[in-house]
DNA sequence: AATGAATGAATGAACGTTCATTTTTGCTGC
DNA sequence: GCAGCAAAAATGAACGTTCATTCATTCATT
């Protein structure tokens, strides 16, 4: 019994990541149902009896990075640095390992559509909240000072990172090394930032 | 005659200008083309003698800003002193002066359209590399570097500096004081970026 | 009368969603 | 093993809209 709805969940992830590729492809809106369901591998109508309609495939897929990205938090915050893991963590984002090719697409549709549709707006502003709570957190741990106090004083130092990251995965390709090249510069900036958190709260 | 053309291209600029504030509340695609008629005041039948599809007003709208861009940079080249101008330029832009509200809007969907539509990601490459040569060419003027060297050692930092800008536009507007110390972080980035380029050119 | 500007109904395709239907599955008594 | 059967899984045609685009027609100006 349990097994089943284990292997319903599989399944259900399973959509999703396959969704995620074609909502990259074709964006949002450009995307119809009956692409989804072929991506599933599947008829219009089962998929339906997954997702009750469009919006929620948007919504659950979201919510999956958010929980990805609550895991890796976990990981960050347990670990005998989490300052330094948070570095490390950063620097493998960057260099685009720890998310698929197609998570910048993605979330290049996902900022586009969170600037006209209230309801994607609230779901990243929760997803940006969690993000930046969790960010003071590990900055907390690495100043003695209490959350509230790290939230106030380096918030605007979480968002700044968090649109860094956003930035660098949803840009565009080029040719040539001068990816990479910006990277480091993208790379030095977040290291920087790291610092004056530290700096800030030993003056 | 000619005051007649005139008159035609005031009209495409100011339908174009409409599209623009449509195109930023549905999206690229979201948006039909009764909406864009709607907008410019006109009936779906006449639009089409202005704009041949609806590909063809995303490449306009992207040549707009393509122009604009070249104009603004035309100002910092022949000013006394570019590298300043510069730095007032981007500035005034983090502030979110000297663009629309519906730019941070537009540019979130054509980062988005540009990552999946070949067509699109051609058009914003050539724009992309007109910035960076225009960038380029006052740091050429700033260090007295040639411009293919100043492109050589400077275009990541260019790529860079386009990268924040477009990034700062799209961001979701975030209650609270904290969207205003994050953009103080932005300049402060673009200033140290913009001086590490002159330290580079001294050592 | 003639020309360009403007209209909006018409078209066929594609959209999100529903649902009557069929297929597959898991389980019963034998 | 297997026939029988109810529940679950899966199908794809159908529905009402909306889409981008076209075009026969009307309006305005000269």
Sequence with gaps: ?????LAQDLRTAEILARARTAFAEKGLDGASMQDLARSAGMSVGNFYRYFPSKAAMVEALITVDMQEMERDFAQ??????PMQRLRETIHARLMGQGCGPDDGRMWAEITAAAL?????????????AGITQNLCAVFSQATGLSQAEAEARFGAHARFMVMLVVASATEAPCPGPRHDEMMTLVQRTMDRTLDEILQMAKG
């Design 1 to 5: 019994m349990t097994a089943m709805i």
């Design 76 to 81: 960050i915050l347990t670990s005998d640095d």
């Design 116 to 128: 006209r549709k209230p309801e994607i707006a609230a779901i990243t502003a929760r997803m940006d």
